[in-house]
């Protein structure tokens, strides 16, 4: 049941429309032009607006971009005396959800408004995704910042202040990111190791392997929705992940401290080609801080030689072929000759740093998807049976009668599998097993 407010100045319309609405069990008011339908508005939350365009005094279509302005929870629907597409159009681009035109047979408007509420529930749901979003990322910028006010502090106390900085720093960064806490320790030995070897004797082997950790830390502004997209990215997804260089840099260049400089300059130049086709300057050859290039290749390394979602990793020697085939193209040729020549003491530090293994799936269990690191979540066999009574909609004290099980122990399986599903309802988990193929198509 909704509340609807009715906006028409022909009291035959006012009748005819309540009776048909009230029949759906929804609560309607009324009102006849534009000023008592604003006072109606002020005076209390409505989930819908029928509202007629052609309207004594002020025309509707100025209500409509009122309400769509400041009443994003209120649906609006118009309608109108004469079939005009120009006019639907532009209500529409205004923010109606729907358009009538009169007469008009009872079950269109039923249709209409049942259309327009179901449009509000998704655009309401939307604005809580986002804001939900949002709210992460402050929550994850904020274990970040503080990473980095430590990272600050101990720039003045060098050597395992340092290296302990960096630690946490590692648990910050993988709380946002598709990366791993083992591809980010990785790749930033990798590039430490590469440093050296090419006699950069700017910074030390602890800073530069603290600023390559760095280097990706403007993901913290890519929502999770595309960072973490299972699927093919568009053209625009694309666009809003190129940005995290800029981020990146913008984020560090805020710090006080060289290494936090230092990192600034890795984030904005790793994904730079030595053949200026990179992003996000298009710089080319020794104009790309030598960081950066450094950066470019272990990064690529390590993403070639570690597990991902959709592939498993690449031996070293096909890895090894791709990177050459890239070199003077996507890298620095001299810098990739060394690091092709160093490639054993960069295996020694893949030995010392892998991923974590996924835990084998427990009997009778099903793979339910993975963490943001990589890690696989199973189902248990009882969360799985959870799971198929949640379908039904049973409520928590259903499902513990029938499978004879106390109610806080349901509850704490149906907020596990939640969590291994990634839903904030149960409504949700169903949807999304289903999606996933772990249940049948309801
Ligand atoms: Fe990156
Ligand atoms: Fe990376």
């Known amino acids: 049941m909704a509340h609807i407010l009715i906006v028409d100045d022909e009291p035959e319309v006012l009748v005819l429309f309540r009776e048909i609405l009230e029949i759906q069990s929804h609560s309607v008011e009324e009102a006849v032009n534009v000023a008592q339908a604003t006072d109606r508005l002020a005076d209390g939350a409505f989930d819908l607006v029928v509202c007629d365009v052609g309207l004594r005094g002020e025309s509707g279509l100025a209500l409509v971009r009122r309400v769509a302005e400041d009443l994003p929870d209120t649906a609006i629907i118009m309608v109108t005396a004469a079939d005009d597409p120009a006019l639907a159009e532009e209500a529409l681009g ?129 929502p999770d929705a595309i960072l973490l997209k299972p699927g093919a990215l568009t053209g625009e997804e694309h666009g809003i992940i190129q940005r995290h260089p800029l981020l990146g840099a913008k984020l560090l260049g805020e710090g006080q401290s060289p290494i936090l400089a230092l990192g600034a300059q890795i984030a904005l130049s790793h994904h730079e080609r030595w053949d200026g086709d990179g992003y996000p300057s298009r710089l080319a050859g020794e104009s790309i801080p030598i960081v950066g290039r450094i950066a470019a290749i272990v990064d690529v390394f390590d993403a070639l030689t570690s597990d991902r979602v959709y592939r ?131």
């Open 94 to 222: 205004m923010g109606a959800c729907g358009y009538l035109v009169k007469p008009c047979r009872p079950n269109d408007l039923v249709i209409s408004v049942s259309a327009g509420l179901r449009m509000r529930d998704l655009e309401h749901a939307r604005r809580s995704h986002l804001d939900e979003l949002e709210s992460k990322v402050l929550h994850r910028t904020v274990a970040l910042h503080d990473a980095v006010q430590r990272l600050e502090e101990s720039t003045e106390t060098a050597g395992i202040a340092l290296r302990e900085t960096a630690d946490r720093l590692v648990t910050a960064l993988t709380l946002r990111s598709d990366e791993t806490g083992g591809h980010i320790q990785r790749m930033s030995r990798y590039g430490a190791h590469l440093a050296l070897a090419s006699g950069f004797d700017t910074w030390s082997e602890d800073e530069i392997r603290v600023g390559m950790m760095l280097h990706d830390v403007g993901k913290i502004g890519v």
């Open 312 to 442: 498993p990793a690449l031996p070293t020697e096909r890895a090894c072929e791709i990177m050459t085939s890239e070199r003077a193209r996507h890298f620095d040729p001299d810098l990739l000759d060394l690091f092709m020549k160093s490639i054993d003491d960069m295996l020694v530090i893949r030995e010392a740093h892998p991923d974590l293994a996924p835990p084998p799936p427990p009997t009778g269990g099903m793979f339910a998807g993975r963490r943001a690191d990589g890690v696989a979540r199973h189902l248990t066999a009882r969360e799985t049976a959870v799971l198929r009574l949640m379908t039904e909609g049973l409520s928590n004290q259903s499902i513990a009668a029938t499978l004879d099980l106390r109610l806080n122990t349901v509850r704490n399986h149906v907020q596990r599998t939640l969590n291994k599903l990634d839903a904030h309802s149960k409504l949700e988990a169903v949807a999304t097993a289903r999606r996933r193929g772990l249940l049948p198509p309801g």
